[in-house]
T-cell receptor, first 112, second 114 residues
Framework: QQQVKQSPQSLIVQKGGISIINCAYE??????FPWYQQFPGKGPALLIA?????SEKKEGRFTISFNKSAKQFSLHIMDSQPGDSATYFC???????????FGTGTRLTIIP | DAMVIQNPRYQVTQFGKPVTLSCSQT?????MYWYQQKSSQAPKLLFH???????NEADTPDNFQSRRPNTSFCFLDIRSPGLGDTAMYLC?????????????FGDGTRLSIL
């Protein structure tokens, strides 16, 4: 019940296209859903996060869509750029359990 | 400016030889975490400190220990490393516990056990 399932495992998108990564969870107690971006040889960096009281959050080219009834959330990267090529992890946590439960990661490659 | 600094960036050690990894932070955060990340996998939490209170994950091997002598520093000790401990070790901090507390990661120490 603590799992967060992430798909796809890898994704290739053309420059300027939209990259979409999906995550699903089972634990209804989760109430914080961050996305992390990790470049090779670097630690993960917080990209954007959402609470379940909103259905969408946008920061620049990055948008989280959240569907509480379906227990799913997704990351959309608009106008994808080669510099966005990285591994993306979704995660979830809840108050009282400070452990971040990570998804399995998506390796995103943006091609010219 | 680096805020969570891990040293060394790369460490090679022999099977069974104790190794210590270090982490320092300039954020004055209360919480420090240690994660293990194996190749192409998600980070896996080993333990965390809230101030001086140590919290071990149930599935963290006894081989792994940690020390936090002060707010700024935290160490990961692996007493008798095995080949399966080859991984990236990530340190992270957060201001406090609970959701909505972003975790700030260092760039990791890549540990190889030979």
């Amino acid at each position: 019940q603590q799992q967060v399932k992430q798909s796809p495992q890898s994704l290739i998108v053309q420059k300027g296209g939209i990259s979409i990564i999906n995550c699903a969870y089972e634990n209804t107690a989760f109430d914080y859903f961050p996305w992390y971006q990790q470049f090779p040889g670097k630690g993960p960096a917080l990209l954007i996060a959402i609470r379940p009281d909103v259905s969408e959050k946008k920061e620049g080219r990055f948008t989280i869509s959240f569907n509480k009834s379906a227990k799913q959330f997704s990351l959309h990267i608009m106008d994808s750029q080669p510099g966005d090529s990285a591994t993306y992890f979704c995660a979830a946590s809840n108050f009282g359990n400070e452990k971040l439960t990570f998804g399995t990661g998506t390796r995103l490659t943006i091609i010219p | 400016d680096a805020m969570v600094i891990q040293n060394p960036r790369y460490q090679v050690t022999q099977f069974g030889k104790p190794v210590t990894l270090s982490c320092s932070q300039t954020l004055n955060h209360n919480v420090m975490y240690w994660y293990q990340q194996k190749s192409s996998q998600a980070p896996k939490l080993l333990f965390h400190y809230y101030d001086k209170d140590f919290n071990n994950e149930a599935d963290t091997p006894d081989n792994f220990q940690s020390r936090r002598p002060n707010t700024s520093f935290c160490f990961l000790d692996i007493r008798s490393p095995g080949l399966g401990d080859t991984a990236m070790y990530l340190c992270a901090t957060s201001r406090d516990l609970g959701p909505n507390q972003p975790q700030h990661f260092g760039d990791g120490t890549r540990l190889s056990i030979l």
